[in-house]
């Protein structure tokens, strides 16, 4: 064999091996930015969150009309298979008066849903937030009985969890009901609806109407700071109740607005071992990691705010601020798969770091406590999801489904 005979097919035979080569990688069409330590998970940018976690649980997120009009459409598809509607069955938005009901958006949602196999959690069936303030008052202005609220409350439940009977596969039945103070016999909130009721049966009557209008829907009771200790303790106390009550419920909503250092795991794994003890199930219906952290020390040489605290100034989303996000989310990510055997539901609240709910709230705007509004702050963007703002994936991302 001469020289030239030999190049050619050393040269052919190089050039086989790069084609088979650049093959494998197509196929297995790495992302540069995936993380690399100790990978088990076969990353493939064609699956999404939904796929890595078939296994394991649903993944959702809150929808609004805006997400499923916009391009966030194509990324919920691709990612979820599950969704809320941020607001659209709110009680306030859904039923603004007693004959009015605003069935457009949620409807939509419904359609979008169903037409894409993708389940659907009904939020919420009785909150103090977004109220349909209409049943408050009686018929001639008067502060309304107890008897005609939960009437009300039972027409609407009928009407909306009845109108999406079979459609919807769980319902946060009542929304925040528990007191955050610290004083440990303070368990509930005392809302318009606790004041009226002189108590708290307006809950365990949201559940049975609750049931009744949708029996195979699973019921949920949803709330915030779940896993801080005194009010672990008192949801802890009030699904008691409604367990020896024998009243229908399936399981706690922990909505999971968190912090890059709350929870610590060991108070969410405290939270996850109460409540399934009692038997239920746990859904994480909110999730977000905000990047604003509260500060009360005074920055020198700056004048202390309204409250005595100061905001804290805060540079952004740092690379540290990234990394800790990322060990807050793969602590808690970790945490759910070994429990996924309680755990039937893991929702982000907002789609991507584009449009959070927790932007630039702080500064004196409202917005409810899940939200941290009462503690002063710099008012800046919360960066709290896996997707940023240009809706790409984030280390965060990669942190999950890296496992
Ligand atoms: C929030 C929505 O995201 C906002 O758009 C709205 O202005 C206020 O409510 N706990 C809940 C959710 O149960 O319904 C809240 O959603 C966030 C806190």
């Not at 808690?332 to 709230?361: C, E, K």
Request: charged share 25%; proline share 6%.
């Amino acid at each position: 064999m001469d020289f030239s005979t030999v190049a050619k097919k050393a040269s052919s035979g190089l050039l086989f091996l790069t084609i088979a080569l650049m093959a494998l990688s197509f196929v297995q069409c790495t992302p540069k930015h995936q993380v690399t330590s100790s990978t088990t998970t076969l990353i493939n940018p064609d699956k999404g969150l939904k796929d890595y976690y078939r296994d394991y649980f649903p993944i959702g997120v809150a929808v609004s009309m805006a997400s499923l009009h916009g391009p966030d459409s194509a990324l919920i598809v691709k990612e979820f298979n599950s969704v809320t509607p941020e607001n659209d069955m709110k009680m306030g938005p859904i039923h603004p008066s007693e004959n009015v009901y605003n069935w457009k958006n949620a409807d939509e949602i419904v359609d979008f849903a169903t037409s894409h196999h993708i389940k659907i959690r009904g939020h919420n069936l009785c909150w103090h937030n977004q109220e349909a303030a209409w049943m408050f008052k009686g018929p001639n202005g008067e502060p309304v009985t107890k008897e005609l609220l939960l009437q009300r409350l039972k027409n609407h439940i009928f009407t909306v969890a009845g109108r999406y009977k079979g459609k919807i596969y769980a319902w946060d039945v009542v929304n925040e009901a528990v007191d955050d103070g610290d004083d440990t016999t303070q368990i509930y909130r005392k809302s318009n609806w606790y004041k009226i009721c002189n108590g708290p049966d307006f809950i365990e009557a949201a559940f049975r109407y609750a049931h009744e209008a949708d029996p195979d829907a699973k019921l949920y009771y949803n709330d915030y700071n779940s896993e801080h200790p005194v009010k672990r303790e008192k949801i802890y106390k009030l699904l008691k109740k409604l367990i020896e009550d024998h009243v229908p419920i399936d399981g706690v909503g922990m909505q999971a607005h968190w912090k890059l250092n709350d929870p610590s795991p060991n108070d969410l794994r405290k939270a996850l071992d109460e409540v399934t003890s009692l038997g239920l199930k746990v859904q994480f219906t909110e999730m977000d990691i905000t990047i604003r952290l509260p500060k009360s020390t005074p920055a020198p040489g700056t004048a202390p705010a309204a409250g005595g605290a100061m905001p804290t100034p805060e540079a952004g989303y740092t690379p540290e601020v990234e990394a800790k996000q990322i060990a807050q989310y793969k602590m808690a990510f970790d945490i759910f798969r070994q429990y996924r055997h309680f755990i039937t539901n893991v929702t982000f609240w907002n789609v991507s770091d584009r449009s959070s709910w927790l932007d630039w709230r702080g500064g004196g705007l409202t917005g409810g406590a899940a939200a941290g509004v009462n503690t002063p702050r710099e008012v800046r963007k919360a960066y709290p999801l896996l997707f940023d703002e240009n809706r790409q994936r984030k280390k965060a991302y990669w942190s999950v489904v890296n496992f």
